[in-house]
């Protein structure tokens, strides 16, 4: 099988950061001609992610690209990059929303060159309102989303979720508004502009926290590893260590009762429907806690999935990767690099059982291929010199 599921699709990466190239690399996974444009060695690399350029994030965000140089501030590489534009599909991008206009590479002037293009924005709070120049990271997008106000235990003030997920998750709906804009091309023949934004991706995590706001004026709060609305859906402690159970609705709370060999609660009147479970949820957990402080983890995940209640371990990342099902899945892929040897990333989290996701490339150095793209796109050795001189690239 081959890498080529995307492979006639050219995309120009701008991104900095973690949601611009967690989108592009939905795309490169597929087999996507990834063409990442940097700032040429004068300028500096700027901000790099944790480790540098050779560090596990650069590794794991920029596989499968190819890598050039070029100083959009002056007018010879603006033209090197509007000649790209004419070959590509899609241009992806995350400066703040004045910036790309006054670099020239706005919406309207790359339409103009390519009226087939595609560019994608990922910025903080989207393309127009008060905020909207604003710098924005993950964790200051986890609050302003309301996610913190939601994670964490009750009184205990806020607490971010412990992974980039306005980050990754503003990548991921990216990457399907560029797909889907991609599939609309084929019909008119046009491209659009997309936009997302950290501050949408937020709000669209919160789902049903949200829509129980705007339908019914209640504002969520804090309900620490419990889940709002459905219980016994909690984390409670065994004897080495913690499981997660999520029973949800009367016919899984009675096969629930069998399991834990308490017959005797689904007739209590405390906990016989669900809303009595939820409104009793602190009476509840203090007797199912002390049910599960007596046995294993492993016990009470084999005793629960005999009765068909979804449950499972509370992992550290070793034990995630230590799991047997994950190691079925292949979620986790080696690669060379000729600098770091073997190295272990994260696969794409989806399969395609025609056209899968592979690695073909490792995250490139600085300006690698730079030579290769200007030579494609016509231009000489001389003139490449002439550009590496100018400072151009």
């Not at 920029?62 to 899609?90: C, G, P, Q, W």
């Not at 293009?117 to 309301?146: E, M, N």
């Not at 990754?168 to 609309?184: D, K, P, R, V, Y």
Request: a negative charge; proline letters at 6%; charged letters at 20%.
């Amino acid at each position: 099988m081959t890498q080529n599921a995307l492979s006639r699709f050219r995309i120009l990466d701008l991104t900095r950061a973690r949601a611009g190239p967690t989108c592009v690399k939905q795309f490169a996974d597929f087999g996507a001609d990834v063409i990442r444009i940097e700032s040429p060695p004068h300028l500096g690399e700027g901000m790099l992610m944790a480790g540098g350029r050779l560090g596990f994030d650069m590794q794991n965000l920029h596989r499968n690209t190819r890598s050039i140089t070029l100083d959009l501030k002056t007018d010879a590489a603006k033209e090197i990059f509007y000649k790209l534009v004419e070959t590509a599909d899609v241009v992806v991008e995350n400066f703040r929303p004045d910036v790309k206009e006054r670099l020239g590479i706005g919406y309207a002037k790359l339409s103009s060159i390519n009226p087939k293009i595609i560019l994608a924005s990922i910025s903080g709070f989207g393309q127009t309102g008060p905020y909207s120049k604003r710098p924005l990271f993950d964790q200051t997008a986890q609050g302003l989303s309301g996610l913190m106000s939601v994670t964490g235990a009750p009184g205990g003030g806020p607490m971010r979720v412990g992974a980039a997920v306005t980050d990754l998750t503003a990548g991921f709906l990216s990457a399907l508004g560029i797909m889907t804009a991609l599939l609309e091309r084929e019909v008119s023949g046009r491209g659009q502009w997309v936009q997302g934004s950290l501050i949408q991706a937020g709000i669209s995590l919160m789902d049903f926290q949200a829509v129980k706001y705007l339908m019914t004026g209640n504002i969520p709060e804090q309900v620490g590893n419990d889940h709002p609305t459905s219980m016994p859906t909690s984390c409670y402690a065994c004897e080495d260590g913690y499981i997660n159970v999520a029973c949800s609705g009367e016919p899984m709370w009675l096969k629930f009762c069998e399991a834990i060999e308490k017959p005797e609660m689904k007739d209590d009147p405390l906990f016989i429907l669900e809303k009595d479970r939820v409104a009793n949820r602190f009476a509840l957990n203090e007797v199912l806690g002390s049910i599960f402080i007596k046995k294993s983890k492993e016990y009470w995940v084999n005793k629960l999935n005999e009765y068909g209640v979804p449950c499972g371990p509370i992992y550290n990342v070793k034990e995630v990767f230590d799991d047997p099902q994950v190691q079925d899945q292949k979620i986790s892929v080696t690669v060379d690099h000729p600098k770091l040897g073997t190295v272990t990333l994260l696969n794409q989290g989806v399969k395609l059982s025609r056209t899968p996701p592979s690695i073909t490339r490792v995250a490139p150095d600085l300006g690698e291929h730079t030579q290769e793209v200007l030579s494609s796109l016509g231009y000489s050795p001389i003139e490449i010199n002439a550009f590496k001189d100018q400072q151009v690239i």
